[in-house]
């Protein structure tokens, strides 16, 4: 690129990107073209290689860089304004949408969009363009991005197409059958997929019986929808034994639930085996609605999962429902104030303390989603943010303000980006820590180990 002349200005703003003390001259000059000239950076040379890819990397190049150079001139609509504070931000994120998009174009996992824009928030949020634009994002993104990451780990759609062609029609049609008797069990189903990939990874552990096993441990508490596995898995020894583990059923069912309740559809990555260890004590790392915000996030970043995940994966309480214990604390004597939680809604707390009055300890149901219980849609981020979450932690992520944009963002644009970052978080989920090849076995039936 020859000698590169730096000016005050360019000096100013690369003291600006976090830790690149060092950056390379080439990289400062990019980045502030890709600053300073119009939303297609794509023209300042900034993908020199963009020649040797083939044709849909390069026209989904261009579309990342087009959307997030718009994004970048944002409110101001191009319009550069010199002020520091903004100035910096804006080169912050620049650096941060290069780094991101450097990482899609290596073919690796990459963060949800929707965590890119954390460290910005405050100064792009007011645009109601720039919401669009990270809505789109948030729906386009996974799509394009999931696949890849999911196949890293040895797992992909058509795993069982030779060797058990008709795995999904079995497994929704019995999801179906079930939802037929009994409404609830998709929520059920959906919650047992994150309790088991949560421990052991996506392996089916959960499903052990025995007393030492998973299943009885604390947190496990109220998980249901067991029979709807093993009844899948009937079906499936006798079309084709021995071949799809239980831990592929349970990521399907999940998949089929949340179709079955309305929400949105992806292709579910198939060849996990099933594991050989369920014990209780492993499952005392599960979040608990007790927990902070701070400490689910970092349970989830500790199964590589993301701030942004980890609230799009929350949107689960959509549907569903929970027990009184769960929350009647909240109700009346909440950390010994003598009064309720004040962060619930007033006009919500009464019927609350309806349905949990005080001394009782019968179990009732009450949903998580007040509005729309039983279908998977944004009314439940609708609900979080007017104070009307039953589960403390999930009324938490909006009094955070790490997460509360993101609350604000699943809640609009009839759920579009939540539905897309649900599925891009689903789809990390349900590939965390799995067994393939010759680890673990394909169990004859899921609440057993083969050699018992
Ligand atoms: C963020 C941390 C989370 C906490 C603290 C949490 C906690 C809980 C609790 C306490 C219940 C009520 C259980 C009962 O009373 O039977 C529940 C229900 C449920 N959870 Fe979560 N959960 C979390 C994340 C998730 C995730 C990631 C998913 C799925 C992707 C999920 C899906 C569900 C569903 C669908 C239900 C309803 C179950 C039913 O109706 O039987 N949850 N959760």
Redesign the pocket.
């Known amino acids: 690129m020859g000698m590169i002349q730096l000016s005050a200005k360019d000096k100013i703003l690369s003291s600006c990107l976090p830790g690149k003390a060092n950056l390379q001259l080439q990289e400062i000059q990019q980045t502030m073209c890709k600053l300073r000239s119009t939303r297609f950076g794509y023209f300042c040379g900034y993908y020199p290689k963009m020649k040797d890819w083939r044709g849909f990397r390069v026209s989904f190049q261009f579309s990342v860089s087009y959307l997030f150079g718009s994004i970048l001139q944002g409110s101001s609509l191009g319009k550069w304004k010199w002020n520091s504070k903004l100035d910096c931000q804006r080169v912050t994120l620049t650096w941060q949408v290069h780094e991101y998009i450097q990482c899609l174009a290596r073919w690796q996992p990459c963060p949800s969009p929707i965590d890119l824009l954390g460290s910005v928030r405050d100064t792009f949020m007011a645009g109601f363009r720039f919401q669009i634009l990270v809505a789109a994002a948030c729906l386009i993104f996974p799509l394009l991005n999931s696949p890849r990451r999911i196949e890293a780990q040895g797992l992909w759609p058509g795993f069982y197409s030779l060797s058990c062609p008709n795995v999904q029609d079995i497994v929704t049609t019995t999801v179906k059958s079930h939802l037929r008797a009994d409404n ?1 069990v998709g ?2 189903l ?2 047992l997929h ?1 309790h088991d990939c949560f421990v052991q990874g996506c392996d089916g552990s959960v499903l052990i019986d025995g007393p030492s096993s998973e299943k009885n441990a604390g947190p496990n ?2 998980l ?1 929808g067991f029979e709807v596995i093993d009844d899948a898995k009937t079906k499936l020894e006798a079309a084709c034994p021995g071949v799809v583990s239980c831990a592929d059923i349970l990521s399907l069912a999940a998949r089929d639930a949340v179709v079955q309740s309305g929400g949105p559809f992806w292709m579910v990555p198939l060849g996990r085996r099933d594991g050989t260890v369920s014990l209780i004590a492993d499952a005392f790392g599960l ?3 007790v ?1 902070s915000v701070a400490r ?1 996030k970092d349970k989830f970043l500790q199964k590589g999962l993301s701030t942004g995940d ?1 609230v799009a ?2 949107g ?2 959509t ?5 009184c214990a ?1 929350f009647r604390y909240r109700l009346y004597n909440y950390n010994s104030s003598g009064n309720p939680d004040p962060t619930i809604n007033t006009q919500y707390l009464a019927t609350l303390q309806q349905k949990c009055p005080l001394g009782t300890s019968g179990s009732v149901r009450v949903a ?1 989603d007040k509005d729309s219980p039983s279908i998977f849609d944004e009314v439940f981020f609708k609900n979080v943010q007017q104070g009307n979450a039953v ?1 403390e ?1 999930d009324q938490r992520i909006y009094q955070d303000m790490s997460t509360q944009f993101m609350v604000d963002m699943f809640a609009g644009f009839s759920g579009m980006s939540f539905k897309g970052s649900f599925i891009s978080a ?1 789809l990390k ?1 349900s590939s965390i820590g799995v067994k393939t090849g010759t680890d673990g076995e394909i169990r004859k039936v899921c609440s057993k180990f083969n050699h018992l």
Request: glycine letters at 6%.
């Open positions: 609830t929520a059920a959906l919650r994150f508490t109220g249901r979040p608990s609605p927990d689910i980890m994966l929350t689960a309480h549907i569903g429902q929970t027990d769960f998580l589960l932690s689903m989920m």
